[in-house]
């Protein structure tokens, strides 16, 4: 089997133990108390110039969690959605939520109003803090949620005096980015924040496994579903990633990038908990999307960390000015969500000085289960090798573990792997098997060296003609192209071999055509592996973290050829 000889502890990084005691916290709380004492005065997080210390994050988060425990009369288990882009309310928020012994349930900014009705009665929210610009899809749904706290708040609420005034005026009546509503009982998150500094908080007593967040995703089977990951979940994971970047990051003087949503699992762990043990700042980046005002902000700091996906960091490599930015004091650069390209990797490198080091995890898995080394050791196309306390096994479809080099089914064990959906025992019991392993869906390999290669999505394999064709692969392969900005390929119908390869490209320079595409995938690909269909687009579609949606491509691929027979 994969995963007896534990092939990848002789490959890890010089100081991290593969075995981490992870007694040292109850609950989240017991960490977040250890950083106000320890880094009262240092800054814990900025967004758009202003900074707040964790001193005051303390404080702020306090008089939010009294708000919400006196004036809300909220109890300890009940839900709370946030709702909004990387803000400095997004901190305060949270924490206060956690203190307050609340769950929090993080939800996409960007959902239409039907996703938001399911994920809010589906979780059973009680309360929700939102950003204004979404709140008239809230006000659509209001009524058919259990929600009976809405706290709502402006981009610029937390700027100070003239500079949020002057933000949240340019948003509303320049931008016109705050859709009309009518929300007759919503209180303003500043308000809240007055009223309970003139309340009593009783610090709530959570354990270690009492649920912190319920996650979302669309999982491994069936419609979103809310991942429940405990106190405990949280912590292991945060020590983890924690004691992985110790080989490079120091206490009290890092400085993290934060483009990658705080409501989004991987920014949560990575960004805001780990960062915060260590006592250092969290940048936060309000819209990534506009990538010359986010390399403006670049511009402003010595930033020693930054997290992202293939797109992201494709999109900088790509944005005017990046190029000249000083790099000098970058030590990590880290990536999942999706596979990094070879094509991007090297560049980044080369233009930064500095690896990324690509993981791969699940919001199910809180959510890193396997990580590159920091420490130069890197292998670009691996997801690297397990975090301390975690075992990886390859399986086959009977969940049988596999030779090392065969692909099979990931499946992983260790304290950071949820307690099971909310709500939801039979699809819990499907992705869990007798003996506790969880079944990622997706499809690797482990190397003889004990890294680990993610090969694709179980139920995105392309077959053609019998053989496993993985989007993955084909993807790397052309984004290695000059003058391919972006790709995603997806299996469509074919009556002689089942299904084809079609490719969906935005183009890096307008000259490119199909015939120079496919030229060049002959040179570099397997027959049965070329594209049959090459199709540009402006754009494609992407996650709330950039991740490339092969589902929508298919989906969108799917009704054109519908229309078509019509």
């Given at each position: 089997?994969?995963?007896?000889?534990?092939?990848?502890?002789?490959?890890?990084?010089?100081?991290?133990p593969?075995?981490?005691?992870?007694q040292?916290?109850n609950?989240?709380l017991?960490?977040?108390?250890?950083?106000?004492?320890?880094?009262k005065?240092l800054p814990?997080?900025?967004?758009?110039?202003?900074?707040?210390?964790?001193?005051?994050?303390?404080?702020?988060s306090?008089?939010?969690?009294?708000?919400?425990?006196?004036?809300a009369?909220l109890?300890?288990?009940?839900?709370?959605?946030l709702?909004?882009?990387?803000?400095?309310?997004?901190p305060?928020?949270?924490?206060?939520a956690?203190?307050?012994g609340?769950?929090?349930?993080?939800?996409?900014?960007?959902?239409?109003?039907?996703?938001?009705?399911?994920?809010?009665?589906?979780?059973?929210?009680?309360?929700?803090?939102?950003?204004?610009?979404?709140?008239h899809?809230?006000?659509?749904?209001?009524?058919?949620?259990?929600?009976?706290?809405v706290i709502?708040?402006?981009?610029?609420?937390l700027?100070g005096?003239?500079?949020?005034?002057?933000v949240?005026?340019?948003?509303?009546?320049?931008?016109?980015?705050?859709?009309?509503?009518?929300?007759?009982?919503?209180?303003e998150f500043?308000?809240?924040?007055?009223?309970?500094?003139?309340?009593?908080?009783?610090?709530?007593?959570?354990?270690?496994?009492?649920?912190?967040?319920?996650?979302?995703t669309g999982?491994?089977t069936?419609v979103?579903?809310?991942?429940?990951?405990?106190?405990?979940?949280?912590?292991?994971n945060?020590?983890?990633?924690a004691?992985?970047?110790?080989?490079?990051?120091?206490?009290?003087?890092e400085?993290?990038?934060?483009?990658?949503?705080?409501?989004?699992?991987?920014?949560l762990?990575?960004?805001?908990?780990?960062i915060?043990?260590?006592?250092g700042?969290?940048?936060?980046?309000?819209?990534p999307?506009?990538?010359?005002?986010?390399?403006?902000?670049?511009?402003?700091?010595?930033?020693?960390?930054?997290?992202?996906?293939?797109?992201l960091?494709?999109g900088?490599l790509?944005?005017?000015?990046?190029?000249k930015?000083?790099?000098s004091?970058?030590?990590?650069?880290?990536?999942?969500?999706?596979?990094?390209?070879?094509?991007?990797?090297?560049?980044?490198?080369?233009?930064?000085?500095?690896?990324?080091?690509?993981?791969?995890?699940l919001?199910?898995?809180?959510p890193?289960?396997?990580?590159?080394?920091?420490?130069?050791t890197e292998?670009?196309?691996?997801?690297g090798?397990?975090?301390?306390n975690?075992?990886i096994?390859i399986?086959?479809?009977?969940?049988?573990?596999v030779?090392?080099?065969?692909?099979?089914?990931?499946?992983?064990?260790?304290?950071?792997v949820?307690?099971?959906y909310w709500?939801?025992?039979?699809?819990?019991?499907e992705?869990?098997t007798?003996?506790?392993?969880f079944?990622?869906?997706?499809?690797?390999?482990?190397?003889p060296?004990?890294?680990?290669?993610?090969?694709?999505?179980?139920k995105?394999?392309?077959?053609?003609?019998?053989?496993n064709?993985?989007?993955?692969?084909i993807?790397?392969?052309?984004?290695?192209?000059?003058?391919?900005?972006?790709?995603?390929?997806?299996?469509?119908?074919d009556?002689?071999?089942?299904e084809?390869?079609?490719?969906?490209?935005?183009?890096?320079?307008?000259s490119l055509?199909?015939e120079?595409?496919?030229?060049?995938?002959?040179?570099?690909?397997?027959a049965?592996k070329?594209?049959?269909?090459?199709?540009?687009?402006?754009?494609?579609p992407?996650?709330?973290?950039?991740?490339?949606?092969r589902?929508?491509?298919?989906e969108?691929?799917t009704?054109?050829?519908?229309?078509?027979?019509?």
């Open positions: 089997m994969a995963t007896i000889d534990k092939p990848w502890h002789k490959h890890y990084p010089k100081g991290v593969k075995e981490l005691d992870l040292n916290y609950s989240l017991d960490l977040f108390h250890e950083c106000f004492r320890k880094y005065d814990a997080f900025e967004c758009m110039g202003k900074g707040i210390t964790y001193g005051e994050l303390d404080i702020l306090k008089d939010f969690a009294a708000y919400l425990q006196n004036e009369d109890q300890k288990g009940d839900k709370i959605a709702q909004m882009p990387n803000l400095l309310q997004y305060i928020a949270m924490i206060g956690l203190r307050a609340l769950v929090v349930v993080n939800t996409n900014p960007l959902y239409t109003s039907r996703e938001m009705q399911h994920q809010f009665t589906d979780a059973g929210v009680k309360a929700i803090v939102i950003l204004k610009n979404f709140a899809n809230l006000e659509k749904v209001l009524p058919a949620t259990n929600i009976r706290t709502i708040t402006g981009i610029g609420d700027l005096g003239f500079k949020g005034a002057i949240n005026f340019a948003v509303k009546n320049i931008k016109k980015m705050v859709p009309p509503y009518q929300l007759p009982g919503a209180i500043k308000t809240v924040l007055k009223k309970g500094a003139q309340l009593t908080l009783k610090e709530a007593s959570t354990n270690s496994e009492d649920v912190a967040f319920l996650q979302y999982g491994t069936g979103s579903k809310g991942a429940m990951l405990s106190h405990a979940n949280m912590i292991a945060t020590e983890q990633i004691s992985w970047m110790a080989v490079r990051l120091d206490e009290k003087v400085t993290m990038i934060t483009a990658l949503p705080l409501y989004h699992i991987y920014a762990t990575v960004n805001c908990l780990s915060m043990k260590i006592g700042k969290n940048v936060l980046i309000t819209n999307r506009d990538m010359k005002s986010f390399v403006k902000e670049l511009q402003q700091h010595h930033f020693t960390a930054i997290t992202g996906v293939n797109t960091y494709n900088l790509n944005a005017p000015g990046f190029h930015l000083d790099f004091s970058l030590k990590v650069a880290s990536a999942g969500g999706m596979a990094v390209q070879r094509a991007v990797a090297e560049e980044w490198k080369q233009v930064t000085g500095t690896p990324i080091a690509e993981g791969y995890g919001s199910e898995t809180a890193v289960l396997t990580t590159n080394p920091i420490d130069g292998i670009i196309g691996t997801i090798l397990p975090v301390p975690t075992n096994m399986a086959d479809e009977n969940g049988e573990g030779a090392i080099g065969q692909p099979g089914e990931i499946y992983a064990k260790g304290p950071q949820m307690k099971g709500n939801r025992a039979d699809e819990s019991g992705v869990f007798t003996d506790g392993w079944k990622t869906g997706d499809i690797g390999i482990i190397e060296n004990g890294y680990i290669k993610i090969v694709d999505r179980k995105e394999m392309i077959n053609v003609s019998g053989f064709v993985y989007p993955n692969d993807e790397d392969t052309i984004a290695a192209h000059p003058k391919v900005l972006e790709v995603g390929a997806i299996g469509v119908p009556p002689k071999s089942t084809v390869v079609k490719v969906f490209v935005v183009k890096k320079d307008p055509t199909a120079e595409l496919l030229a060049y995938c002959r040179e570099n690909m397997t049965y070329i594209p049959k269909y090459i199709a540009f687009k402006s754009e494609l992407k996650s709330n973290v950039g991740k490339i949606l589902r929508i491509l298919k969108e691929d009704q054109t050829a519908a229309k078509a027979l019509l």
